[in-house]
């Protein structure tokens, strides 16, 4: 019992120390030009425009002559999802693709909502602005910047956006929802320059926000839209009210990270782990390596090379989808890895999934949303937002299935003002897509919260 009293005490005193010490830190950036060639002398175009997906005739032949003329290769007996996509359920879903797929349909479906575009810092910025049909009594609604990440897309909202814009109980607030892509993904151009890292991203998303006329706004976002968001609130910490999150890995290792990664086993309580912590990050030390290792080849090969496997996927539908769904499978669940069919249709529909797949295809953009990976890597693990807290309100959901669990602890190390834990019954790394409802109840008990501290 001594024991455990003594080192609460010498880990409370450092934390407390890191957090007087980091406690008015504020992330610096400079403005940017990703355009072609060197920036114009004239004003910069604050112009919005209306944009509609479209597609043709040519754009289907092409795709589909391409599909036909892939080569199948067949999988290893017994195999499953452990080699990767299994080839025998991807013929089905090539199949399935060719012939019953309504590309036009999906593109009606994707129209619903307004599709705008803007130029920020030299390239086009693609973004969806939902504005509810109706705000209760005299309030107003509460504007909410939405990121994505890889390899998804705007299209991961599409469940959420309704449940946030529209919700059915009376007592939920009401949100003007904005959903940029990245640049590099889906419709928002690609950089043409070298250097387009997630804090570039966050300050183009800071000035769309402004240009749209929000002064202060909520975000959310996970995977790559964690780090973009993240780093918008390390940015302008007043300008974004409350921050909400559903991936959250330690981005930079510290003591209390160590100490209790070597103690927690020991003395949970003294890091007020759970037993699903205990569960998630204690199983043998080989296992979390062989199981690090086994998913993260994508990673070293868009944090090096993007452009070369990038080309090949860039000319071949069947091989680029297969090299996203197959994250759509294991980033789900580990262990659709030993079901022959990935489990895919288990959480999404393949409508969904390949609406998200042609999004990559029709825009062209595989190889630049790769490149994001290099960007940021590439700059090393010690960049100046991994030193920096975050000091505003901030929500973490606790989906189990996703890719790292990051329990309450090392939440606390860089979210200084975590409002609310959520432990989620369900979901995984795609869990806007996968549980829009479970995700659209936690932002609104976030929201809520923060909103009746600030009244």
């Known amino acids: 019992m001594f024991t455990e009293v003594l080192f609460g005490l010498l ?8 957090v007087q010490r980091s406690r008015n830190k504020v992330l610096k950036t400079e403005d940017g030009w990703w355009g072609s060639g060197a920036p114009p002398n004239t004003e910069e175009d604050v112009s919005i425009r209306p944009f509609k997906i479209i597609t043709s005739d040519n754009e289907l032949e092409d795709l589909y002559r391409r599909i036909d003329q892939t ?3 067949p999988s290893l007996e017994d195999s499953q999802f452990n080699y990767g996509f299994n080839s025998q359920y991807l013929q ?10 309504d590309w036009r349909k999906q593109v009606a479906k994707l129209n619903q909502f307004p599709h705008f575009k803007t130029n920020i810092e030299g390239i086009d910025i693609h973004y969806l602005h939902v504005k509810p049909k109706k705000v209760p009594g005299e ?3 509460i504007p909410l910047i939405m990121v994505h990440g890889w390899p998804g897309s705007f299209y991961e909202f599409y469940g959420l956006i309704p449940l946030l814009t529209d919700p059915s109980d009376p007592d939920d607030l009401v949100f003007e929802v904005v959903c940029p892509s990245i640049p590099g993904y889906g419709f928002s151009e690609a ?3 070298k250097g387009f890292d997630s804090i570039c991203a966050a300050r183009i998303f800071h000035k769309l926000m402004r240009r749209l006329g929000f ?7 996970g995977d790559w839209g964690w780090l973009v968001t993240t780093n918008m609130a390390q940015l302008e910490p007043r300008t974004v009210k409350g921050l909400h999150v559903n991936f959250a890995p330690p981005s930079k290792p510290g003591l209390p990270l160590t100490l209790s990664l070597i103690l927690g086993r020991h003395f949970p309580k003294l890091f007020g782990f759970t037993d699903i912590d205990i569960q998630r990050l204690f199983p043998c030390m080989e296992k979390l390596v062989v199981e690090s290792i086994k998913e993260s080849g994508y990673m070293h090969i868009q944090a090096t090379k993007p452009d070369t496997v990038g080309r090949g996927l860039n000319d071949s539908p069947v091989g680029m989808a297969a090299y996203i769904l197959e994250k759509f499978s294991t980033w789900t669940c580990r262990d659709f890895r030993n079901l022959e069919d990935g489990g895919l249709t288990r959480k999404f529909s393949l409508d969904d999934l390949l609406t998200n797949v042609m999004i990559y295809w029709t825009s062209g953009c595989i190889i630049s949303s790769m490149r994001f990976y290099k960007e940021n890597f590439g700059k090393g693990f010690d960049q100046p937002h991994s030193k920096i807290p975050v000091n505003v309100p901030t929500g973490f959901a606790c989906f189990p299935n996703e890719l790292m ?3 309450k602890l090392w939440v ?7 409002v609310t834990f959520s432990p989620l019954a369900r979901g995984g790394h795609f869990a806007a897509m996968e549980e829009p409802q479970l995700m659209a109840e936690d932002i609104q008990k976030f929201t809520k919260i923060v909103e009746k501290k600030k009244q």
């Not at 089905?92 to 797929?101: A, E, I, N, T």
């Open 139 to 141: 309030g107003s609604a």
């Open 71 to 73: 080569r199948p290769v």
């Open 412 to 418: 606390t190390q860089k979210y200084r003002k975590l």
């Open 405 to 407: 669990h990051t329990p």
């Open 215 to 221: 002064q202060q706004f909520y975000a959310h976002g």
């Open 191 to 193: 950089p043409h320059k």
């Open 92 to 101: 089905k879903v090539v199949s399935y693709w060719r012939h019953d797929f």
């Open 11 to 18: 880990i409370g005193g450092l934390i407390f120390f890191l």
